[in-house]
């Protein structure tokens, strides 16, 4: 699939592409019951995860929504948002393999040439989730995002790792540490005039430094701290999986390396997922 559209939507086009190939390659061969595994994505088994990339790239297709009344039962389905994208998911529940895999295919040739033969200008106002409008620029990046986070759930689920380096990727990385400051500074209630370091190291690889300031507002950079309230150390698929929301702080302790302030360190991995 060659994507040509804006050049600064193509980091996007071509993060979407690279995962959305590799998720097609990871379901084509699987049996029946492989569709049925669960995944680290609350609730969703590999059909469902498969059947909410179908959905929402028909959905930015312009397809109308499929009329759908969700059974009760459903325990991860918790608000509205969850509610929405349940929708998409619920009507495939009882889809065949080859049903899955074939409209997966049809999607994505068609949202590859929509992309190939994207004019518009990246600020364009387009529907985002819940029907909100977001500009194009953000409404791609938040698709390529989503679709790596789900292509790890996958691999995961099927015991295929890899493309932790892809360029989906660093996507996902810049997106996680652009809502770090809300985490550490807002939700973690970190005091004002403090610093958070956060390292990562593995294939992808940083360091960042959260900074709450008088006000109690938190900015983001890449210098390092003198003197950090807290510092947390982990390897790269640990944070994805923390600020993906797939794994409890407390099930990958060993992975966590903590220095400074336990309390505050407590409070800032309780709230550290940053996904929906």
Known sequence: MTVHPHPSLQPYADAWTHSVEAISELVLPLTEGEWNRATPCPGWSVRDIVSHVIGIETEMLGDPRPIHTLPRDLRHVVDEF????????????????????????YTLIRRS?????????????????????????????????????????LRAALG???????????????????ELPKVVAKKAGAPANSAVVVDVHGPVEFLRTVRVDGGGRGSIDSTPSLGPAVTLAMDWETYVRLAAGRVRPHAVGDRLKVEGDQELADAILANFAVTP
Do not use: C
């Not at 969850?82 to 295919?105: C, I, W």
């Open 82 to 105: 969850t509610r929405y994208m349940e929708v998409q998911v619920d009507v495939r529940r009882h889809h065949t393999a080859p049903e899955m895999t074939s409209e997966l295919e």
């Open 113 to 153: 040439r929509q992309l190939r033969n994207e004019k518009r200008d990246p600020a364009t106002l387009v529907r985002g989730p819940l029907g909100d409008q977001v500009t194009l620029e953000l409404a791609l990046r938040l698709r390529a995002f989503d679709v790596w986070i789900h292509e790890q759930d």
């Open 160 to 178: 295929v790792p890899g493309n932790w380096d892809s360029p989906g990727a660093y996507v996902a990385r810049d997106l996680m540490l652009a």
